[in-house]
């Protein structure tokens, strides 16, 4: 079992930067591809980016491509969600999640998930 936690939600307005972690235990991340997704009020949770077991692949959502970036820390078995110029249509709640070795882009193919974190970006 994995056992994964967001932390770094929270306000900020237009144009601000916040960056997500998502701290696993239970199992090492090594082997686990982690992907971050968004459920909006109202919406279908969406895909927003994915790496790969071992970070040399990422995917990106064209929403989000070019000011988001994933990274990962298998030493601190951690993964990183740097969001800059944000904008208010990213208001939503923020979801890691984890399967073995390839990423995908749907999220009905991850097998663990964090509880969310709530990100809310102001006009």
């Known amino acids: 079992q994995v056992q994964l936690v967001e932390s770094g939600g929270g306000l900020v307005q237009a144009g601000g930067s916040l960056r997500l972690s998502c701290a696993a235990s239970?199992?090492?991340?090594?082997?686990?591809?982690m992907g971050w997704f968004r459920q909006a009020p109202g919406k279908e949770r969406e895909f927003v980016v994915s790496?790969?077991?071992?970070?040399?692949?990422?995917s990106y959502a064209d929403s989000v491509n070019g000011r988001f970036t994933i990274s990962r820390d298998n030493a601190k078995n951690t993964v990183y969600l740097q969001m800059n110029s944000l904008k208010p249509e990213d208001t939503a709640v923020y979801y890691c999640?984890?399967?073995?070795?390839?990423?995908?882009?749907?999220?009905?193919?991850?097998?663990?998930w964090g509880q969310g974190a709530q990100v809310t970006v102001s006009s």
């Open positions: 999640a984890a399967r073995l070795f390839e990423a995908t882009t749907n999220h009905g193919n991850y097998n663990y």
């Open positions: 790496i790969n077991w071992s970070g040399g692949r990422t």
């Open positions: 239970g199992r090492a991340l090594s082997s686990y591809a």
